[in-house]
């Protein structure tokens, strides 16, 4: 019933547009070029190159004369997979008729694919590795598509040959085992000290860890910075 509503008006609309000499209608290749303009103008910075999987309009019989002012709406925000364009047309400056266009977007990158498996705590090199071409859209978002993303990274858990990496399972190596002799580097406003310390726990990069001075033999937290490094704050 409600298809036939529409369809019922959408023939009123065109009629109202009698096509004078040398106008053409819209045909559904440009509708598809429509689409495929307002997806990469909002896309393709993020995605170079994009493809259109899928496409249809409707409704099917829309037969809309070239140059009559329209307006682009997405519902929802335009992305891989799945996208809906409106065409909202209008006459005398008022809205007439609109036109839905759907679309599947896809674009495809090479990312890391394990060639060997890892055992938990393991640290990922080159030949656990291996880069295949891979459709995003059907991807989590943070998989990894650069090997310096990857190299050096600790796994959560073990992983079998052939599993997607993604950044999810990966950690920042261990750089400082528990009960290992550290510099502490305090800082604080114009002044810098340094002295001997030991770990209290491990720590990765950027982690805040229990740290024992050497010399005062108080405990502070401190984050690692390298190696052999504990910051803190004075």
Do not use: C
Not at 115 to 132: M, S, W, Y
Not at 209 to 231: A, D
């Amino acid at each position: 019933m409600k298809r036939s509503w529409l369809l019922a008006f959408f023939i009123i609309f065109v009629l109202s547009f009698k096509p004078l000499k040398g106008e053409e209608f819209y045909t559904e290749a440009d509708y598809k070029k429509i689409f495929l303009q307002e997806i990469q103008a909002r896309l393709s910075k993020v995605y170079p190159k994009l493809s259109l999987e899928r496409f249809s309009v409707e409704p099917r019989e829309a037969k809309v004369i070239k140059g009559i002012p329209y307006q682009v709406k997405f519902l929802g925000r335009p992305g891989l997979g799945s996208n809906t364009v409106i065409l909202v047309f209008f006459k005398d400056g008022k809205e007439a008729f609109r036109v839905r266009l759907w679309g599947y977007v896809e674009t495809y990158a090479f990312v890391a694919v394990l060639a060997k498996p890892l055992e938990k705590g393991e640290v990922i090199t080159k030949n656990h590795l291996v880069f295949q071409e891979r459709p995003l859209s059907r991807l989590p978002q943070d998989v990894v598509l650069e090997e310096k993303e990857v190299l050096g990274k600790e796994v959560r858990t073990s992983l079998k040959p052939n599993v997607i990496l993604r950044k999810s399972f990966l950690n920042e190596p261990l750089l400082i085992k528990r009960g290992q002799e550290v510099l502490i580097i305090g800082r604080g406003q114009g002044f810098l000290v340094r002295t001997k310390g030991k770990a209290l726990q491990d720590g990765r990069k950027g982690e805040v860890i229990k740290v024992k001075n050497l010399t005062s033999t108080k405990e502070v937290l401190g984050k690692v910075i390298s190696p052999n490094e504990i910051e803190v704050m004075l």
